[in-house]
C-alpha cells in the first residue's frame, strides 16, 4: 500500500556533497503524506532524526545537520530531496526515508512507513 524509494546514496570525499532523493507511492486516491524526512543509523547507534517537513513545509533539523544538510518536498510528486553539503565522517550511516501517511488502510491514523535505506560514506 506504500513504497518509499530512496535513490542518490554513494562515497563522496570529506566536504562533498550528495543529493538523496525519496518518492512515495501509495495506494489509493484518498490519502494525506503528513510529514516526509530522513532518519540515518551508524553502526553501534540508534537511529536518529536528521530533518523532517510537513506537508505545509515547516522543517525540522538536527542542529548536527543545520546549515549543511536542505531539505525540499514537490507534494506533487511525493517526493522529498535532500541536499548535503560540507560532508564529514560523521555524516556516514544508512539514510532512511520516513513518511507519515495516513488513509483509509490506516484507519485515517498516521502511520510511520519507511524505506529500505541508502548508504552514505563519507571517507578519503
Known amino acids: 500500500q506504500v513504497q518509499l524509494v530512496e535513490s542518490g546514496g554513494g562515497l563522496v570525499q570529506p566536504g562533498g556533497s550528495l543529493r538523496l532523493s525519496c518518492t512515495a507511492s501509495?495506494?489509493?486516491?484518498?490519502?494525506?503524506?503528513?510529514?516526509m524526512g530522513w532518519y540515518r543509523q551508524s553502526p553501534g547507534k540508534e537511529r536518529e532524526l536528521v530533518v523532517v517537513?510537513?506537508?505545509?513545509?515547516?522543517?525540522n533539523y538536527a542542529d548536527s545537520v543545520k546549515g549543511r544538510f536542505t531539505i525540499s518536498r514537490d507534494n506533487a510528486k511525493n517526493t522529498v530531496y535532500l541536499q548535503m553539503n560540507s560532508l564529514n565522517a560523521e555524516d556516514t550511516a544508512v539514510y532512511y526515508c520516513?513518511?507519515?501517511?495516513?488513509?483509509?488502510?490506516?484507519?485515517?491514523?498516521?502511520?510511520?512507513?519507511w524505506g529500505q535505506g541508502t548508504q552514505v560514506t563519507v571517507s578519503s
Open positions: 520516513n513518511a507519515k501517511i495516513s488513509a483509509a488502510f490506516t484507519g485515517w491514523r498516521s502511520r510511520d512507513y
Open positions: 501509495v495506494s489509493g486516491s484518498f490519502f494525506s503524506i503528513n510529514a
Open positions: 517537513i510537513t506537508s505545509g513545509g515547516t522543517t
